[in-house]
């Protein structure tokens, strides 16, 4: 079976996309006519990107039986110059309340996410992007 995302103008440059679960995500862009009233669809990838390890990470890390709490990802990235503008170097910068003790254990879910089970992640790396990581356990 086919899965499909249906992606409608609805002024200027402004569009939604409804994809197979029925949510709807909202793009726009600051380019001419935009009105930059919601995220760019290259924005998104890098939501994709941060959910989608981020997700990976907080449930490897729960069946570790990890202690931790106010659990966030920043992302920092470079573009290329020329066009298409994308993405050259992304680093995820995981920052959780957790103890020291737990960095090993943190650091091989952020390990086993990156390299097994994050679709995005794998795709950026296969479109030749640098993906790196630090922790900044609070």
């Known amino acids: 079976m086919e899965n ?3 992606v409608k103008n609805v002024d200027n440059y402004r569009l939604i996309g409804i994809g197979p679960s029925g949510h709807s995500v909202i793009m726009d862009s600051n380019y001419q006519n935009g009105t930059n009233s919601a ?13 989608c390890t981020g997700i990976d990470v907080l449930s490897i890390m729960n069946k570790m039986k990890v202690k ?3 659990f966030e990802i920043e992302i920092t990235y470079k573009n290329s110059v020329e066009h ?3 993405y ?6 995981y920052r959780m309340k957790a103890d020291e003790g737990y960095r090993a254990n943190i650091t091989k879910a952020i390990e086993l996410s990156e390299n097994k089970y ?3 992640s794998a795709m950026l790396k296969r479109a030749g992007v640098n993906l790196s990581y630090d922790i900044k356990l609070i």
């Open 68 to 70: 931790y709490s106010t």
């Open 88 to 93: 050259t170097d992304i680093n995820l910068i």
């Open 84 to 86: 298409p503008k994308v």
């Open 39 to 51: 995220a760019s669809p290259m924005e998104l990838i890098l939501h994709a990107l941060a959910g």
């Open 4 to 6: 499909k995302i249906l």
């Open 118 to 120: 994050c679709s995005v």
